[in-house]
């Protein structure tokens, strides 16, 4: 009889335990940021058909939902002007959930490899410029963070490991530098809370970060991202299942790229990719176009590779930023080391927070865009070369340009000489009589004492003349 009583207490427990399942989300937790002035999804499990009431503090407004036949709930709720912090109450008919020091701003994603995900103190023996500058002046609440853990899966998770955190000291230095120094300049200037989910993974191809179903329409890319030599972060789809799938449902203005360095054996589809990939991010993050920033690859030597395929990955990041709608590429070609991972991390995420500055957020008189070639003309022995993006003209700060060089017909470079000039460039060199086309940085590890910029500091795209974008 005892036995039995000792049974029925035990399964009274364990049934209520079971029962016990209101849950949310791991990234709807106290002190993130949530995009204003939008609608939100607030999500989680609970027991089949429960009854769930979302109130948020910003509003008098009680939404109510029915968790479906496997306990799954969500909610859409509208965001006001930035703002906080505030509290989200989740609740059912026997349990409640209280997030806390909630607040209203902007998000972004920061996502890619190694180079998105270098934080501030750096990696071993590789440092990030203004690193103890950045921890010292790094306490800002109105500056949140998530980051992402690593996780590969073979099939699509619903849930991340993560919290969110303040910026202080010790929680920027673990952090994306490119992610953190882009929210400190964005915060400084909007004057609103910023929060920022990084997701990034060292060594990857382009082809772990999207859907299985996507990356099977490219055999190539497919077949070079499933072999067995490749660790399970990289093949297809395993990252996107693992630390993208489960944030779908958080809302965000816009995404910030860096990958490619994973890629450059094989960069023939790189632009289709990196579209393909975007519009499936967009359809599943299911608010609209949003902005996607990317950073075209440093200079490196790439030794393991053929020198010639990191200028054509270069070209392929070029062609994807003026296919994919709504995006913006900066360039890295001036900020290269013969590390993988430069040091001036700050003077990448400037140049990314200036672009979203100006095309995302309106800022006026801010010339963001670098200079692109834009033409060619054959003049005597010497070539002019026009520029998009260059309305006052071009500068090489007094520095020696010497990556630029001239070939004739038989496609045989010359280093070159040139002249800036009211149109752009005068490029010449004596060993080509009849120029045919100009290249410029357009190698791996550009070796040069400077490089060209427009008169705002922009660096001029690298570029080849004969291959403009084919």
């Not at 089949?48 to 496997?70: F, Q, R």
């Not at 490991?161 to 230095?173: H, K, L, M, Q, R």
């Not at 395993?238 to 094989?266: C, F, H, R, V």
């Not at 709608?325 to 890295?332: D, E, I, W």
Request: net charge positive; glycine share 8%.
């Amino acid at each position: 009889m005892k036995s039995k009583i000792v049974s029925l207490i035990i399964a009274f427990f364990v049934f209520g335990i079971i029962q016990a399942q209101l849950k949310v989300a791991p990234i709807l937790s106290d002190n993130m940021v949530l995009q204003r002035n939008t609608e939100v999804k607030i999500w989680g499990t609970a027991n089949p058909n429960d009854k769930i009431s979302v109130k948020v503090g910003w509003s008098k407004e009680t939404i109510k939902v029915v968790s479906d036949n496997i306990g799954q709930w969500l909610a859409i709720v509208k965001t006001n002007e930035a703002g906080g912090p505030y509290i989200i109450k989740i609740s059912s008919a026997k349990e409640s959930i209280l997030i806390q020091n909630i607040l209203l701003g902007e998000v972004w994603l920061c996502s890619g490899q190694s180079n998105m995900e270098m934080p501030v103190l750096g990696y071993n023996n590789q440092p990030v410029n203004g690193a103890l500058d950045a921890l010292y002046e790094a306490d800002n609440d109105n500056i949140r963070l998530f980051k992402v853990k690593l996780v590969a899966s073979p099939e699509p998770k619903t849930e991340c490991e993560g919290a969110w955190v303040s910026a202080n000291t010790e929680t920027v230095g673990k952090f994306s530098a490119i992610g953190y120094f882009y929210a400190k300049m964005l915060q400084q200037k909007l004057k609103v809370p910023v929060g920022m989910v990084y997701s990034a993974w060292g060594g990857t191809r382009i082809e772990a970060w999207m859907k299985k179903e996507i990356v099977q329409k490219f055999p190539k890319p497919y077949e070079l991202s499933t072999k067995e030599m490749l660790t399970n972060h990289n093949k297809a789809a395993n990252l996107y299942n693992g630390m993208i799938a489960p944030i779908t449902n958080y809302s965000i203005k816009g995404a910030l790229w860096y990958q490619g360095e994973g890629n450059i054996d094989y960069p023939k589809e790189y632009a289709d990719l990196m579209k393909a990939m975007v519009e499936g991010w967009r359809t599943d993050f299911g608010v609209g176009q949003f902005p996607f920033y990317f950073v075209q690859l440093a200079s490196y030597p790439y030794a393991w590779v053929n020198p010639k395929l990191a200028p054509m990955m270069r070209d392929q990041q070029t062609k994807a930023s003026m296919e994919i709608p709504n995006a913006g590429m900066v360039t890295a070609i001036d900020q290269g080391d013969v590390i993988i991972h430069p040091a001036e991390k700050q003077t990448i995420a400037k140049r990314l927070a200036y672009m979203a500055l100006g095309q995302t957020y309106g800022l006026k008189g801010l010339p963001y865009k670098s200079p692109a070639f834009k033409a060619i003309q054959l003049k005597d022995t010497a070539a002019i070369i026009t520029f998009d993006n260059a309305e006052l003209g071009l500068t090489s700060f007094g520095k020696d340009v010497e990556c630029i060089e001239i070939a004739g017909q038989d496609s045989v470079f010359h280093q070159a000489q040139l002249k800036i000039i009211k149109e752009g460039l005068q490029v010449w060199s004596s060993q080509v009589k009849t120029p045919a086309m100009v290249r410029y940085a357009y190698s791996s590890f550009p070796k040069t004492k400077g490089f060209l910029y427009s008169t705002a500091g922009n660096p001029v795209l690298p570029f080849n003349t004969n291959n403009w974008l084919k």
